[in-house]
C-alpha cells in the first residue's frame, strides 16, 4: 500500500528549460516533506523540504509546491541542467522514518 | 569529516549463509536508520537505532533479521540464512538528532544472493 506516489517513472527535458517531478500522498496526517536526489551507485542526497504550514518552499533554482487539499506537492527545476539528471525521491519525514515514493528518473539533455 | 561509510559496498552471498552490513555514522551522530531498496522500488524503513538501543524496529521482517549499534564499532545489520529475495541495496543514514533533514545517508551496500 503506497502512501506516497510518484506516478512518472521517468521525465525527459532539454538543458535550461524546466522540470516539473510530481508526488501524490494518501495520509491526510503527513505534514512535513522532503526531495532527495539519487545518484546511481549512491546514497540519496537531500535537496529541499516543506511543511504543511506552507505551501511553497524555494532554494536557488529548486521550488517545492505543497497542495495540501489534493495532497500533492510537486518540484520545480528551473533551469535544468545536465547535472540534474538523476532519481528524485518524494518523501514524508513527519516522524522518524521517512516514506520514500518510489521516484522519478530525470534525463536532461544538453 | 567522513560521511556515512558502509562496507562492504557489494556482497554476494549463497543461500542460507549470512550476511552482515557495517555502517559507520558520521561523527558525532548518534542516530542510525537502515533502508532497503528493492529493484525498481523506493526506499523503506528497516529500522531506528540509538547507541546500544533499538528504537524503532517497525520495518524490520520478524525472522533472520537483526541490528544493532553497540557503544563502541559501527552499526551491524545481519541477515541470516539469506534468500533470493533478500537481494537489494541496503542504505544507512545517521543524524545527529531525531530530524530527518539532518540525516546523511551512505552509499550503500549491494546485496546480491545466488
Known amino acids: 500500500d503506497q502512501q506516497v506516489k510518484q506516478n512518472s517513472p521517468s521525465l525527459s527535458v532539454q538543458e535550461g528549460r524546466i522540470s516539473i517531478l510530481n508526488c501524490d500522498y494518501t495520509n491526510s496526517m503527513f505534514d512535513y516533506f522532503l526531495w532527495y536526489k539519487k545518484y546511481p551507485a549512491e546514497g540519496p542526497t537531500f535537496l529541499i523540504s516543506i511543511s504543511s504550514i506552507k505551501d511553497k518552499n524555494e532554494d536557488g533554482r529548486f521550488t517545492v509546491f505543497l497542495n495540501k487539499s489534493a495532497k500533492h506537492l510537486s518540484l520545480h527545476i528551473v533551469p535544468s541542467q545536465p547535472g540534474d539528471s538523476a532519481v528524485y525521491f518524494c518523501a514524508e519525514g513527519g516522524s522518524e522514518k521517512l516514506v520514500f515514493g518510489k521516484g522519478t528518473k530525470l534525463t536532461v539533455n544538453p | 569529516n567522513a560521511g556515512v561509510m558502509q562496507n562492504p559496498r557489494h556482497l554476494v552471498r549463497r543461500r542460507g549463509q549470512e550476511a552482515r552490513l557495517r555502517c559507520s555514522p558520521m561523527?558525532?551522530?548518534?542516530?542510525v536508520y537502515w533502508y532497503r531498496q528493492l529493484p525498481e522500488e523506493g526506499l523503506k524503513f528497516m529500522v531506528y537505532l540509538q547507541k546500544e538501543n533499538i528504537i524503532d524496529e517497525s520495518g524490520m521482517p520478524k525472522e533472520r533479521f537483526s541490528a544493532e549499534f553497540p557503544k563502541e564499532g559501527p552499526s551491524i545489520l545481519r541477515i541470516q540464512q539469506v534468500v533470493r529475495g533478500d537481494s537489494a541495496a541496503y542504505f544507512c543514514a545517521s543524524s545527529l538528532g531525531r530530524k530527518n533533514t539532518e540525516a546523511f545517508f551512505g552509499q550503500g551496500t549491494r546485496l546480491t544472493v545466488v
Open positions: 561523527k558525532g551522530h548518534s542516530h
